[in-house]
């Protein structure tokens, strides 16, 4: 399954913006379902991930209470939706699946970073101006 991200742009500080991450073909995975970011010179980081059913939402402490995941399974698509943005959330954005380590990791720590060189879609841009 190829996932393609979508939604990115350039936004004032405390902004919003919605990504979308779209499933082509004709499944949708049936796994816990993530999204990630990487900002210039750091290691990708798990921001916010998702159960399968969608009943379960756990969020880097970074972007607790700021973004919101969400999934659509009959649709193919995840969503995150960014509000009150800062500068420090520019990165580019990626959606994935999310195993069980790194969630674990994001639950003990509040943060969780990947070096996965594995399939990535493309990404989609997010710039905060400040």
């Known amino acids: 399954v190829q996932l393609v991200e979508s939604g990115g742009g350039l936004v004032q500080a405390g902004g919003s913006l919605r990504l979308s991450c779209a499933a082509s073909?004709?499944?949708?995975?049936?796994?816990?379902m993530g999204w990630y970011r990487q900002a210039p010179g750091k290691q990708r980081e798990l921001v916010a991930a998702?159960?399968?059913?969608?009943?379960?939402?756990i969020y880097a402490d970074s972007v607790k209470n700021r973004f919101a995941i969400s999934r659509d399974n009959p649709k193919k698509t995840m969503y995150l939706q960014l509000n009150s943005l800062k500068p420090e959330d520019t990165a580019i954005y990626y959606c994935n699946l999310v195993d069980d380590d790194i969630v674990d990791t994001l639950i003990r720590d509040g943060r969780a970073s990947t070096t996965d060189s594995g399939s990535w879609g493309p990404g989609t841009r997010v710039t905060v101006s400040s």
């Open positions: 998702i159960t399968t059913g969608g009943g379960v939402t």
């Open positions: 073909g004709s499944t949708f995975p049936i796994n816990a």
